[in-house]
């Protein structure tokens, strides 16, 4: 069993940033992919940014060049440094662990979920 448990989101102005944080419970951290989703009222969870046990990544196109995820595995933790924050970006923001090392491209391929932070950016 996983525990992830988020923090680091908040209201930011357009143009700022914001460093998402999501720490794991567990020995088993560095072998496994973890993801960030993010979820808009009324919409479905997509991904945002994924990382594999051996560190290749795959980041959404609408973040492209702004967001960044990362690892500290000594620390059990990922995070995602999000920049130039838009409006657009508002959402719940949730980070989610797999059963293993291979990157998960959608909600489904992944295991366990944190409970979600709130990003709100203003215009």
């Known amino acids: 069993q996983v525990q992830l448990v988020e923090s680091g989101g908040g209201l930011v102005q357009a143009g700022g940033s914001l460093r998402l944080s999501c720490a794991a419970s567990g020995r088993t951290f560095s072998s496994r992919a973890m993801g960030w989703f993010l979820q808009a009222p009324g919409k479905q969870r997509e991904l945002v940014a994924a990382?594999?046990?051996?560190?290749?990544?795959k980041v959404a196109d609408s973040v492209k060049g702004r967001f960044t995820i990362s690892r500290d595995n000594a620390k059990n933790t990922v995070y995602l440094q999000m920049n130039s924050l838009k409006p657009e970006d508002t959402a719940v923001y949730f980070c989610?662990?797999?059963?293993?090392w291979g990157l998960g491209r959608v909600a489904d391929d992944y295991n366990y979920w944190g409970q979600g932070t709130q990003v709100t950016v203003s215009s």
């Open positions: 990382m594999d046990g051996g560190g290749s990544t």
């Open positions: 989610a662990a797999r059963g293993g």
